[in-house]
């Protein structure tokens, strides 16, 4: 996917992952080896992240042995990662690909102090449009720490940028 950037973004996945490489996106984690953990857009439990291929494929399957293996590597590490920063019960992943056909996958702390009737729910109960937006300002010391652990499990590269460091606004 050589010419991936200098052509129109085909899925919001794209645009994000073409986001991160620019320094755009102030909700970018870390470079990982195999793409991007970013925070999701909306924070319906905190800590909610993705982690993004680069480059960005159609699914799972379309990636080679050993991408696939850096993928979910990279994604269950930080999930290791979520769990030591927030004191998460458990976490949650999930790949779908429907809405977005773009490989992705969300990584979902769960926590024991959730409302009871959305405690063992499927993250998809929650009413995001009521969730707060990710603010990096207000999230500073948890993306620190996440930046930390994920760099002590030895799972990132370096990042020519810093999250939104090109953001225009």
């Known amino acids: 996917m050589k010419n991936e ?29 195999s793409g991007w953990a970013v925070f999701g857009e909306r924070q319906f439990v905190r800590g909610y992240t993705l982690l993004l291929p680069d480059p960005v494929v159609p699914n ?3 990636l080679g042995a050993r991408e696939r293996i850096a993928f979910l590597s990279d994604m269950s590490r930080l999930g290791d ?9 458990r976490i949650n992943y999930a790949m779908f690909g ?50 930390r652990e994920l760099t002590r499990l030895g799972v990132t590269k370096p990042m020519r940028y810093s999250p939104g460091a090109n953001a225009s606004g």
Do not use: M
């Open 5 to 33: 950037a200098a052509a129109e973004p085909l899925t919001a996945i794209h645009a994000r992952v073409v986001a991160a490489r620019e320094g755009r996106d102030p909700c970018v984690v870390a470079r990982l080896f």
């Open 60 to 62: 799972l399957n379309a």
């Open 81 to 89: 990662a979520l769990l030591k920063v927030t004191g998460a019960l």
């Open 98 to 147: 429907n809405l977005e056909p773009a490989l992705h996958a969300h990584v979902i702390p769960r926590y024991l102090d959730e409302p009871e009737a959305l405690r063992t729910a499927h993250p998809w109960a929650y009413d995001w449009s009521k969730a707060p937006a990710f603010d990096r300002t207000a999230n500073a010391e948890l993306a620190d720490s996440l930046l």
